[in-house]
């Protein structure tokens, strides 16, 4: 019998976007969230998660701004999400 995985992680919707975007995060039980977008080159843009999330349908959020408040310049970015032990990536596209 299979088993459901414990972390189902959708992509980026809209993508691309000019700006605010929202990928939907299934967890099968409470897990401690840690969503963090990174440019192509691997650098830290932004945190967008931090927190234990209940078991359930979630929606990580994105403004399309950096930590710095200022809007990300068009290009693509990575979102990555670690729910407990499992890991997650999803490609996001910025068109301005």
């Known amino acids: 019998v299979a088993t459901a ?4 992680l959708g992509s980026p919707r809209p ?3 000019s700006g605010r975007s929202g990928t939907e995060l299934a967890l099968a039980r409470p897990t401690f969230v840690h969503a963090t977008l990174f440019d192509v080159h691997g650098r830290h ?3 967008v998660e931090h927190r234990l999330l209940p078991a359930g349908r979630h929606v990580l959020v994105w403004d399309g701004r950096l930590t710095n408040g200022e809007d990300a310049a068009s290009g693509v970015y990575w979102l990555r999400v670690t729910a407990g032990d499992v890991e997650k990536r999803a490609k996001l ?4």
């Open 15 to 17: 993508s691309p976007t």
């Open 93 to 96: 596209v910025i068109v301005r």
């Open 45 to 47: 843009v932004r945190t």
């Open 5 to 8: 995985p414990t972390v189902v």
